[in-house]
């Protein structure tokens, strides 16, 4: 059965704005998912990279090494308790120690029975927690039990030498309320485009149609018809419909032309009639064209803003992570086919939690803002710059060497040491530890972007606002840094 142009149009407004709304609400719905996880990862990584530097691995080795709950195993097994318990949002602290492909547990605060006790083998060894010996790192999802959504931290002990680590477990119950506010939210406004939609398209498919049910009935009144003939109402629309009419009709206006010599006034006049309603018609027809096309070139540069949103970090206009592994990948294919090398540069700003936590964090927008200025004057127009990630950058140097990439890197330093960020009546000065690492053949993206952190965290261990280049990886060293 053949639609009528009234149901036509209906359907094509409403569906494309359906289409548009939902896509968008897509989008929204995504954005403030990641968010609200990286923020909760975040907080977990904070609070166990805090306590990690409150504890002293030498401390825990003096009774971890004999297994033996001296009055120092019971003095460190207080303080974690008593972190436990003025820590907002913490169910369990835990500090554990590997030895060789072996994890088992020194202290345990907050555990069920029978689970912790010194010198207990610890056998869920995650990817989160292995690399907890090294630096922060927290498990990808939250997991559900007893006490809630609970969600592991991990982060090395000071003076721990990679031997021991903290694990902290804490409740992420306010996560799952936020994204399932945020779910309720979105369905409800889909629900309200919806009903939107619907009422714009039957206003927009009425108004488009009343000219040409109004030329219709029109016809139908010239030609003595009321109504059209039940035979020709299944399987045409208006326009098929109005088309048999001025068949009829102009039969009709021949033969009484022919019949009457006094009808061909009335013919004459008629004929009139039917060329203004034509030429009104077509006036329609051409003012419907253009507003698809305009509806077209909006829907397209609605798309166009879509991209680039989903490639742009919306508060530096910097590239995101996402831009920047697909230039990254461009650089690795041009290295295997021209062997050009090229050098990644890894910044964090040091200190950024604590002006956030201290001057709130406008101030921490600006220290980004004010850096990513920084970093555009200090680089090529060839060169690419990301944000990376919270408060770092990565900057792609292609054409470029190890050497080459440390005075970009040295120069970078300066620039951003030179800053000043007015908060109220004080003046704050920004600082940055950098890593650089070289693309060497045979690496993988990954490897070469994990040598650069591993110089970034070994330039904040040694006191921050400095440079340091990777090392060149021995067979162990490649193997970790897969």
Known sequence: MRLSIRARLFLSHFLATVLVSGGIL??????????????????????????????DATVMETFAATQDASPAYQRALSRI????????????????????????????????????????????????????????????????????????????????SGEFLVRVVMRADDLERKLAATQAAVALFLGLCILLALLLSALLSHQLTRPLHTLLRRSQEISGASSDPPGELGGKDELARLADRFAVLSRELVEARAAAEHGQWSLEQAKDLLEMRVAERTRDLMTLNERLLHEVAERARAEELLSHAARTDPLTGLMNRRAMLEQL??????????????????????????????YGHD????????????????????????????????????????????VVAEALRA????????????????????????????????????????????????GRNRVLAASTPTSANAQNLQ
């Open 363 to 406: 101030a921490g927008d600006q220290a980004l803002i004010q850096t990513t200025q920084a970093i555009g004057r200090g680089t090529r127009a060839d060169d690419l710059v990301a944000r990376w990630g919270g408060e770092e950058f990565l900057v792609l140097l292609p054409d470029t060497d190890l050497d080459g990439g440390l």
């Open 415 to 462: 620039r951003i040491a030179e800053l000043e960020l007015p908060v109220g009546e004080e003046t704050l000065h920004l600082t940055i530890s950098i890593g650089v690492a070289a693309y060497r053949a045979g690496q993988t993206l990954h490897q070469c972007i994990k040598a650069a952190d591993l110089a970034l965290y070994q330039a904040k261990l040694q």
């Open 26 to 55: 897509a989008v929204v719905y995504i954005t403030a998912q990641q968010s609200l996880t990286a923020s909760s990862r975040s907080q977990v990584s904070s609070t166990a990279a805090l306590i990690g530097q409150t504890l």
């Open 81 to 160: 308790h008593y972190l436990a318990h003025t820590t907002p949002n913490i169910e369990r602290i835990s500090v554990m120690r590997q030895d060789g492909n072996r994890v088992y547990w020194v202290l345990d605060a907050n555990g069920p029975p029978n689970e912790g006790a010194l010198g207990q083998e610890y056998l869920e060894h995650t990817e989160a927690l292995l690399r907890g010996f090294q630096m922060p790192a927290v498990e990808d999802q939250p997991v559900s039990g007893p006490q809630g959504h609970l969600l592991a931290g991990y982060a090395p002990l000071r003076d721990g």
């Open 329 to 358: 990948e461009y650089q690795l294919t041009r290295f295997q086919r021209t062997h050009i090398a090229f050098t990644v540069l890894l910044g964090d700003l040091d200190s950024f939690k604590a002006i956030n936590d201290t």
